[in-house]
């Protein structure tokens, strides 16, 4: 992995991370769904501008547009619906935990179906990252909540369907797009994503209510920056270092985001947070593969 690849790694888990900011301001005014779907439309208007001033990106989303609307019901569409269900009535720990499989799940999927084959460093680190998750997330997870009933079986299903999406949708990538550009599967997929979300955000939208400017604010953002940016650094990674390293990412996104709710929500910063996010990074860096002494080295 070169310091390239880390930066970008690193750029865009604080890109996602916003996400959990982004969600809590608003989701409240726009619902689940509503919000949800407009953060894909708003995404696929953004990734259309590269579309319109590159004919290289239209050339590339029009000889692979079959395997681009996969990679767009799979890594976007499908995904946001399952996890907008799953929200209602399953707090954000355990989604969180439920989204740390995503690497696991890929890595699965790369060496079942691809021959992709994992180092045991790179499962080890995969395990550690995933106990780092559920130690930053064991009070959400064991406390009182009712996250655990029965009647949450269902939506953590929907979670988990949605981690096999995003996973599926790595390795079509990786296999099959490998000679189209990450702006153009980025375009392509979400575009794509899109035109099957529009009709889901007209239904859903909230009419009648008025929505304040911060929560406009949060889904433009969330629309551009951690969705049609962020899709565009997360697929040039998924090209230059493998799904299941790529989507390793999921198990840094939680670090960023206690730190983010510490820092603008106000949310405390307990032991098991620090703990866990030592874990999380030790984890991530046997994952990823990575070499103290060859990056002070380059």
Do not use: H
């Not at 409240?28 to 407009?38: I, K, V």
């Not at 079509?172 to 979300?197: D, E, K």
């Not at 940016?229 to 990674?237: D, E, G, P, V």
């Amino acid at each position: 992995m070169s310091n390239r690849d880390l930066i970008i790694f690193m750029t865009l888990s604080f890109m996602w991370s916003l996400s959990f900011i982004f969600y809590r301001i608003g989701v409240p005014e726009f619902g689940s769904l509503a919000f949800a779907s407009l953060r894909v439309v708003l995404a696929g208007l953004t990734m259309l501008v590269f579309v319109l001033i590159s004919p290289k990106n239209r050339a590339g989303i029009r000889d692979n547009w079959k395997v681009l609307t996969l990679v767009g019901l799979f890594s976007a569409a499908i995904p946001f619906i399952l996890f907008a269900f799953s929200a209602r009535s399953v707090n954000a720990g355990v989604l969180a935990v439920l989204n740390a499989s995503v690497p696991m799940i890929s890595g699965f999927i790369a060496s079942t179906f691809f021959k992709d084959r994992l180092s045991k460093k790179q499962i080890l680190g995969l395990i550690i990252g995933v106990i780092g998750v559920i130690i930053l997330m064991s009070e959400s997870l064991f406390g009182s909540q009712s996250a655990s009933s029965e009647s949450s079986l269902l939506p953590m299903g929907y979670a988990l369907l949605a981690c096999v999406g995003y996973a599926v949708g790595a390795n079509i990538t990786r296999n099959y797009l490998y000679a189209v550009s990450p702006v153009a599967i980025t375009a392509g997929s979400l575009i794509i994503a899109s035109i099957i979300m529009l009709p889901i955000a007209v239904y859903e939208f909230p009419y009648g209510k008025t929505i304040s400017l911060t929560a406009w604010v949060s889904v433009i953002c969330i629309g551009v920056f951690s969705t049609a940016i962020a899709l565009i650094f997360m697929n040039q990674l998924i090209k230059s270092i493998g799904p299941m390293r790529a989507t390793s990412i999921t198990l840094v996104i939680p670090i960023f985001a206690i730190i983010f709710g510490y820092l603008l929500l106000g949310e405390a910063l307990d032991t098991p947070a620090i703990i866990g996010s030592v874990v999380i990074l030790f984890g991530t860096y046997l994952s990823l593969e990575l070499s103290i002494k060859k990056m002070m080295k380059s």
